[in-house]
């Protein structure tokens, strides 16, 4: 079974400042790890995914997430949120068939 | 260009009516997905078909019937329609060698707003 969950289901920040939005999982194998991103009124699009390789990944935007498998955490950060940032994230653990969604983080982002 | 595509992109509607929502995708993949996100944005599985052929099938009210003319097409139809149907409904498509080799990518498109009154 799998699981995911994030932490914070707001976060508000000023422009120019970091972002973190932290997600932890729960898997019993491999899992992969995603971070979609979802504007007002609009479909979710993919920021970033962790297939086991690199631990840091790099996504669009400036966004990046790290894999710590010990922490079973897969946190999203960006170091200097911009005003188009501001939409719901949602983490999401996928194995096979699958794929979890976290209840989604809402980025408030503050001039 | 656009990749998965779903036709309403809005759908106002009284209880009790029968309503269809079509989605496409031209990348190519074999495998599509319809969620359902409530009001506090929570996004919930409900079908999934690889090749025409039906591969998940969440407790779902069987009032909810999809159907795949192809690879490219998963429609939902859902009859004696329910308040509680109002949401977003998704669909979103992934390719199944990506899924097997664990390195799947689900392609969103971009929801249809469904409002029953």
């Known amino acids: 079974a799998q699981s995911v969950t994030q932490l914070d289901s707001h976060v508000s920040v000023s422009e120019g400042t970091p972002v973190l939005l932290r997600c932890n999982y729960s898997?019993?194998?491999?899992?992969?790890l995603f971070w979609y991103v979802q504007h007002p009124n609009k479909g979710l699009q993919l920021l970033l995914k962790?297939?086991?390789?690199?631990?840091l990944v790099k996504g669009i935007n400036g966004f990046e997430a790290e894999f710590k498998k010990s922490e079973t955490s897969f946190h999203l950060t960006k170091p200097s949120a911009h005003m188009s940032d501001a939409a719901e994230y949602f983490c999401?653990?996928?194995?096979?068939?699958?794929?979890?969604f976290g209840a989604g983080t809402r980025l408030t982002v503050k001039p | 260009d656009t990749a998965v595509s779903q036709t309403p992109k809005y759908l106002v509607t009284q209880m009790g009516n029968d309503k269809s929502i079509k989605c496409e995708q031209n990348?190519?993949?074999?495998?599509m997905y319809w969620y359902k996100q409530d009001s506090k944005k929570f996004l919930k599985i409900m079908f999934s078909?690889?090749?025409?052929?039906?591969?998940i099938n969440e407790t779902v009210p069987n009032r909810f019937s999809p159907k795949s003319p192809d690879k490219a097409h998963l429609n939902l139809h859902i009859n004696s329609l329910e308040l509680g149907d109002s949401a977003v409904y998704f669909c979103?498509?992934?390719?199944?060698?990506?899924?097997?080799?664990?390195?799947?990518?689900?392609?969103f498109g971009p929801g249809t707003r469904l409002l029953v009154l």
């Open positions: 979103a498509s992934s390719k199944t060698q990506d899924r097997l080799a664990g390195e799947e990518t689900q392609y």
């Open positions: 898997s019993s194998y491999s899992p992969s």
């Open positions: 962790y297939t086991s390789a690199a631990t």
């Open positions: 999401v653990v996928s194995r096979s068939l699958d794929m979890r």
């Open positions: 990348l190519g993949h074999d495998t």
């Open positions: 078909y690889n090749n025409k052929e039906l591969i």
